[in-house]
């Protein structure tokens, strides 16, 4: 069974950083084709996809976070991140590690869509003014 545990989060304040990671169980980032995410959902609006990977290396940002956060992976300790920069009061929500098996041609209909089967139970961020 897949399990995805997020880690990472806690308040911080406008401008500064933090690092997300996700812990992945009963999946191997190693198997022929995968995509992971980052989700986010503050209160009182719709869940927004933020960054996905895929086991080809591509990446796709959520506008509202590009040139800011960063995704990357670690097959080796089967691991996902995010790290975040420059933080804005905005960026305040819940954060969802995310995760399929296989990819798609079109990466960014992974953000859009959450085309995933397997998700955390989030870490809370939260950036004060």
């Known amino acids: 069974q897949v399990q995805l545990v997020e880690s990472g989060g806690g308040s911080v304040q406008a401008g500064g950083s933090l690092r997300l990671s996700c812990a992945v169980s009963g999946y191997t980032l190693t198997t022929p084709t995968y995509s992971m995410g980052w989700f986010r959902r503050a209160p009182g609006k719709e869940r927004e996809g933020v960054a996905a990977?895929?086991?080809?290396?591509?990446?796709a940002y959520a506008d509202s976070v590009k040139g800011r956060f960063t995704i990357s992976q670690d097959s080796a300790k089967n691991s996902l991140y995010l790290q975040m920069n420059s933080l804005i009061p905005e960026d305040t929500a819940m954060y969802y590690c995310?995760?399929?098996?296989?990819?798609?041609?079109?990466?960014?209909?992974?953000?859009?869509?959450?085309?995933?089967?397997?998700w955390g139970q989030g870490t809370q961020v939260t950036v004060s003014s």
């Open positions: 995310a995760a399929r098996r296989g990819k798609l041609t079109a990466i960014q209909a992974l953000l859009v869509f959450g085309l995933f089967a397997y």
């Open positions: 990977i895929d086991s080809d290396g591509r990446t």
